[in-house]
């Protein structure tokens, strides 16, 4: 099976949805499926964290700088698909391949879309790429999370299928045993209630 990831990447990018690619798409290659990701940059293919790191675990990428209009995006995307047409689509966070996957459909390739947050960008993808125009809508969504999943659910057409799947964590086989004293916590991420909970005791 041939499974075509999208994603974003620029110089010091640590976010969460490409920690999880470093993640998933090496895993997945382990299981034997064939992964490539095709990347819009912010700057040239070798500076770009992402794309190094999933080479170097020997996943094939693409990428181009950022084009100047949707147009153009979905132009690249599409060439990079009739070159080597995946079985899967995976449009990801990209609003440019939601898009291009119109043609993946016309194509019999299935697309997924992927809902990371309860926030208004996916809840706008939800709107045109699940229940907006027919020729739009994604073949299938995951949420990485409970309340994602039920976002999704929520949609007024029915969905061929929707699957929770975690973003992958790496968990250290080490345990640490907190002995008493002060008790630190580094947190990484957004400050954020209703996605992260940050306050939550």
């Known amino acids: ?3 075509t990831f999208c994603a974003y990447d620029r110089p010091g990018y640590v976010g969460g949805p490409n920690a999880g690619l470093i993640r998933l798409l090496p895993a997945l290659k382990s299981c034997g499926v064939e992964v490539r990701c095709l990347f819009l940059t912010f700057a040239p293919h070798i500076q770009c964290p992402t794309i190094r790191a999933l080479e170097a675990g020997g996943i094939s990428c693409r990428s181009a700088i950022y084009h100047s209009t949707t147009e153009l995006r979905v132009r690249w995307l ?5 070159e080597n047409p995946p079985d899967i689509f995976v449009p990801n966070l990209m609003p440019a391949a939601y898009f291009a996957a119109c043609w993946c459909k016309d194509a019999g390739i299935p697309t997924v879309g992927v809902i990371r947050n309860v926030d208004a960008f996916h809840e706008g993808v939800l709107e045109e790429f699940a229940f907006g125009r ?3 809508r994604q073949t299938a969504f995951v949420g990485v999370s409970a309340q994602a ?3 999704i659910r929520k949609v ?3 969905l061929s299928a929707v699957e929770q ?7 250290p086989e080490d ?4 002995a008493g004293g002060t ?8 400050m954020v209630e209703r996605q992260k909970q940050v306050c939550r005791t």
């Open 1 to 3: 099976m041939r499974v």
């Open 78 to 82: 599409l060439g990079q698909i009739r």
């Open 134 to 136: 027919e020729s739009f």
């Open 149 to 151: 999943v039920e976002m």
């Open 156 to 158: 007024p057409v029915p």
């Open 165 to 171: 799947i975690p973003s992958p964590v790496f968990l």
């Open 175 to 178: 345990t640490i045993f907190y």
């Open 183 to 190: 008790f630190r916590v580094l947190y990484s991420g957004r």
